[in-house]
């Protein structure tokens, strides 16, 4: 599976970004889909997941209720609104994908995943 990442750039504090991963190669329903995001000088973290069934789990507690992760399985595309950003949701954001088909399941770690895109740059302004 190949996974091309866009929609991410500079905004202003408060503002909105929805960034988009396009899947390739394989059968998209297949796949858990997760977005992750590296800050400067930190360790990559997970921001939220989704099962194909559209069961999602967020990470941290700072994302929840400003972040929406959302998946179109006819379009084999997940997207990530972020809505009220701030400027430590500065970051690389990466998509990544793992085989799971489970209707309800839940992959967090970022060893649990198997494919990754190449990241795209969210920067958030003052």
């Known amino acids: 599976v190949q996974l091309q990442a866009s929609g991410g750039g500079l905004v202003q504090a408060g503002g909105s970004l929805r960034l988009s991963c396009l899947a390739s190669?394989?059968?998209?329903?297949?796949?858990?889909m997760g977005w992750f995001r590296q800050a400067p000088g930190k360790e990559r973290e997970f921001v939220a997941g989704t099962s194909w069934s559209r069961i999602s789990t967020y990470g941290a507690d700072s994302v929840k209720g400003r972040f929406t992760i959302s998946r179109d399985n006819a379009k084999s595309t997940v997207f990530l609104q972020m809505n009220s950003l701030k400027p430590e949701d500065t970051a690389v954001y990466y998509c990544?994908?793992?085989?799971?088909?489970?209707?309800?399941?839940?992959?967090?770690?970022?060893?649990?995943?198997?494919?990754w895109g190449q990241g795209t740059l969210v920067t958030v302004s003052s």
């Open positions: 990544a994908a793992v085989r799971d088909g489970r209707p309800i399941a839940t992959r967090t770690r970022e060893y649990e995943y198997d494919y």
């Open positions: 190669g394989g059968t998209f329903g297949n796949y858990y």
